[in-house]
């Protein structure tokens, strides 16, 4: 299979390149070139047919278009694109971040999807998969991720109109909302995150989704269940309640 991975250097893209190297063609995408010059020769060994890497920051629109033009123009079929890059500020400042932190986080989680995909989408084919990451953060929005959670919940929308959109060509695209999975990006985090779970473990849920091709798969489920849960509740009693966790945190 031919197959392109975002923020493929380290955490969850990193152990997807790793599961999918065996047989087949992949296009990996970091900013950190060291990471993945490493990574490519450890996924030679692990019998991967070809392993070409891009150093580029996937904000970075114009560089990141430029290399998708090239890589489909090197594919005529592409057979799966794994959107995985993704950045938060963490949830130790107040939650109101300056205007350009939010807008590069916006710019990473979500509008670098679009920008990934223009040029790519026309290489797919009957049976193609494209895979989004987005997050359980994405259904109720925490005062400490305004930023993040926004990302996410513009990616949800953007999945379930590029699902409809796709459908009739069979393209597949699955969306992916985990919880807390051990991580460059959740070390950063200076709580106790509920229902953790170990890389392995997150690993092997998102690799069900996408060989189950699930098209919006949210776990771990009993995080989920009470997400869903609060998302019920009256918006003044979930308010009271979620200021009562910031304090908290204090």
């Given amino acids: 299979m031919i197959i392109i ?3 493929a250097s380290s955490g969850i893209g990193r ?3 790793r599961y999918y190297a065996p047989n087949n063609n992949l296009y990996l995408l970091s900013r950190r070139e060291d990471k993945l010059s490493s990574l490519s020769k450890e996924l030679k060994l692990l019998g991967a047919n070809s392993v070409e890497i891009y150093q580029v920051d996937v904000s970075d ?3 990141l278009q430029k290399i998708t033009q090239e890589i489909a123009q090197k594919e005529p079929i592409i057979d799966m694109i794994i959107a995985n890059a993704g950045i938060s500020l963490g949830h130790s400042h107040n939650g109101y971040s300056s205007f350009k932190d939010l807008k590069k986080v916006v710019d990473v989680n979500f509008l670098s999807v679009h920008a990934l995909l223009e040029h790519l989408i026309p ?3 009957q049976g193609s998969k494209i895979v989004l990451i987005s997050s359980l953060a994405s259904i109720i929005t925490m005062p400490s991720s305004i930023a993040y959670s926004s990302s996410k919940r513009a990616l949800n929308a953007y999945a379930q109109g590029l699902r409809t959109l796709l459908k009739p060509n ?6 992916i909302l985990p919880g807390f999975i051990k991580s460059p990006m959740t070390d950063k ?3 106790q995150m509920p229902f953790i ?3 392995q473990q997150g690993i092997k849920r998102i690799i069900y989704a996408i060989e189950n091709s699930k098209r919006c798969y949210k776990f771990p489920k009993r995080f989920f269940i009470i997400i869903k849960l609060l998302s019920f509740i009256p918006i003044s009693i979930r308010d009271k309640f979620i200021a009562s ?6």
């Fill in 189 to 191: 985090n200076n709580f």
């Fill in 61 to 63: 629109f114009d560089k």
């Fill in 245 to 250: 966790l910031k304090k908290d945190k204090k």
């Fill in 197 to 199: 779970l170990t890389t």
């Fill in 5 to 7: 991975i975002t923020g």
């Fill in 170 to 175: 069979a393209i597949e695209v699955i969306n």
């Fill in 15 to 17: 152990e997807l390149s």
């Fill in 123 to 125: 290489s797919l084919n």
